[in-house]
Every structure is written in structure tokens, then in C-alpha cells.
């Protein structure tokens, strides 16, 4: 005890060893805790978790590794050092910019605070058949942990997204035959009577319907008055081409809207299908199916009720003439 007072500068400096030492036991077993605390938190949920730099992975949860089909982390990160390599953001309005670009793109987002972004990734499921691939729908969120860490959360929606994507097929698709109808139509042909108005686009409408379908109908009944349309509507998308649009306008009444097409291209094409239908056996008939067909070219002066009155017009002028024929004005 003596010693420790003639050398007090000895005992004050193995005091604060003893005290430095204390701070990082205790700094380390905070650590620990904090990392175990976090490794445990991303195992006792279903979302894919991830932590990442301002540029590479860094830890991902086990729920992340058997999406990605991948057994360690460091399997993951032989392959990929990116977490965005994995997915791609799903963009619902084309006007907004992409948020996710770029290596330290977390750094942006969490800069601007942009709280959810929907992206989509391609599941492989080697289970079955390494080749295939199924697609999912998660909303990203990016929280920052620490100057250099970002948690990044992928909450999976495929299922809302798939069932909002039924629910709008269902609202622009016609029950029946499932091509569009006419609402949905009415949305395009607006659309393209925009780009004739401002860009001068060629474009055409054809309207037919089946000849004497009551009579299809009367006789044979509506089951076999429905499988008609059906085949029909199948019949003639066979024939269309990618960029063109056909819509159950009403009954057995159709049309087609014709994208950089002339009135005499159009009106080859309605021939070219006046033929087809003709000629093809459908089920439960027993007698040749035809059709008549209206075609108009859209002209500068249109608007959607003059052209659509023209195609009326030349469809009424093709049954008055006594059906099975393409008439245009």
C-alpha cells in the first residue's frame, strides 16, 4: 500500500487499464448482443432480409438464400456482390424516374426517404426443373442502421399483385370470348386517335358481325350461339397482327383497330378474314358461317363518333348488298 501511494501516477494508470478494459469487454459483449439481436430478427420473419453497404452484400437471412437458391453467404457473394443484380424495379408510371440505379443507389433512396419501392425478382425453383423460373413481386424498403450499413426489407406482394392484375384483366376483357371490350377498346382508340391528331399515324377500323346469328341461335341454341363467338374471336386473332387491337363491340358484333394501315391494306386484310371465317369448320355447325365487314381509314377532320359512323355505315351498305362481303367508305 505504501508503494501504490509514492507511485500514485502507477495506480492511477492500472485503474484506467482495468477501466479501458472493463469498456470494451462491455463494448464487445454489446456488439454481440446487437448482432445476435439482428441475426435473430431476420430469421423469425418470412420476409427476405438483407444487410448491404453503400455497395455490397453483407449478410442476408436464410429466407433470402433459399429464394436466390444459394446455401452460405458466401456461395451468394461468389456470384453476385450486388443485391440489385437480383432484381429490377417495376416502373407503374413510365414518366417517373428510376430509383434504383447505380452501385450506391441505398444511399439515394435513403437520402430522399423514399420509403417503399416495388421491384420484382425471378425465383429458381431447382426442386423441379433448374430451368424454370417463377416470377415475384416484393415492396423494397431501405432503412439505415449505422453510417455504413442499410437494412434492406422485401416484403412479398405477388399475391396482391396478381390479383390486381386479374381484377383489370377482368374489367377490359370481354367474359365470353376473352378479347377486350369495348370499354377497353374505347381506351385505345383514344389513344390512337391522339397519335393520328399529332403525329399523322395511318390507322384503320374494321367492323363486322356474323350474318344471321339469331338464326345461329334459334336453332341450334345460345351454348352453341356462345362457342361460335368464342371460336371466332380465336379465329381472327390467329389472323391479326401483334400491334393491332380486336374487341367485342356488342352481340355478335366485333372490331378491329389497324395501326399504320391504309383503307385499300385494310380492306385486303377484312377480305383475307371474310374468307377464313367462310371457310372454317365450327363446332356444332353444320353449315358455313360468314361475315360482313365495314372498313374506314381515319382522316385528319375525325373524331370518334365520325369514324365510327362511317364504319357503320359501310357494315350496313355490306348486308344491304346481301352479306358475306367488305364494304369501305
Given at each position: 500500500?505504501?508503494?501504490m ?10 485503474g ?65 456482390k ?27 433512396v ?24 417463377l ?22 406482394v ?63 341454341g ?108
Open positions: 500500500m505504501q508503494w501511494f509514492e507511485e500514485p501516477w502507477l495506480s492511477l494508470t492500472l484506467s487499464l482495468l477501466l479501458l478494459v472493463l469498456i470494451v469487454l462491455i463494448a464487445r459483449h454489446c456488439i454481440y448482443r446487437y448482432n445476435y439481436a439482428i441475426d435473430r430478427f431476420m430469421e423469425l420473419t418470412n420476409n427476405i432480409m438483407v444487410i448491404t453497404d453503400k455497395e455490397e452484400i453483407l449478410k442476408v437471412n436464410h429466407t433470402g438464400l433459399n429464394f436466390f437458391g444459394f446455401r452460405t453467404i458466401e456461395e451468394m457473394k461468389q456470384d453476385h450486388y443485391i440489385a443484380k437480383f432484381f429490377e424495379e417495376v416502373q407503374e408510371n413510365i414518366t417517373e424516374p428510376k430509383v434504383i440505379h447505380g452501385k450506391r443507389w441505398v444511399v439515394d435513403t437520402q430522399k426517404n423514399i420509403q417503399d419501392i416495388k421491384i420484382k425478382m425471378k425465383q429458381f425453383d431447382y426442386c423441379e426443373d433448374p430451368s424454370s423460373v416470377e415475384q413481386y416484393f415492396n423494397l424498403r431501405v432503412s439505415r442502421i449505422s453510417p455504413n450499413r442499410y437494412f434492406l426489407t422485401f416484403n412479398n405477388t399475391g396482391l399483385v396478381r390479383e390486381k392484375v386479374s381484377i383489370q384483366a377482368r374489367a377490359d376483357h370481354d367474359t365470353l370470348t376473352g378479347i377486350y371490350n369495348r370499354l377497353k377498346f374505347n381506351e385505345l382508340f383514344g389513344e390512337m386517335l391522339g397519335r393520328g391528331m399529332h403525329f399523322d399515324e395511318n390507322f384503320s377500323v374494321i367492323l363486322f358481325d356474323i350474318d344471321h346469328f339469331k338464326s345461329i341461335n334459334d336453332e341450334k345460345h351454348a352453341v350461339g356462345d362457342s361460335v363467338l368464342r371460336e371466332l374471336a380465336r379465329l381472327v386473332k390467329l389472323q391479326m397482327r401483334k400491334n393491332d387491337v380486336l374487341a367485342r363491340w356488342g352481340g355478335e358484333e366485333f372490331v378491329i383497330l389497324s395501326r399504320f394501315t391504309t383503307d385499300v391494306q385494310a380492306k385486303r386484310f377484312a377480305d383475307r378474314l371474310r374468307k377464313e371465317i367462310q371457310n372454317y369448320h365450327f363446332d356444332h355447325m353444320d353449315r358455313a358461317i360468314t361475315c360482313s365487314f365495314g372498313v374506314t381509314q381515319y382522316e385528319s377532320r375525325d373524331d370518334s363518333n365520325t369514324i365510327f359512323e362511317r364504319a357503320d355505315k359501310a357494315l350496313y351498305e355490306a348486308k344491304k348488298q346481301g352479306r358475306n362481303r367488305v364494304i369501305l367508305v
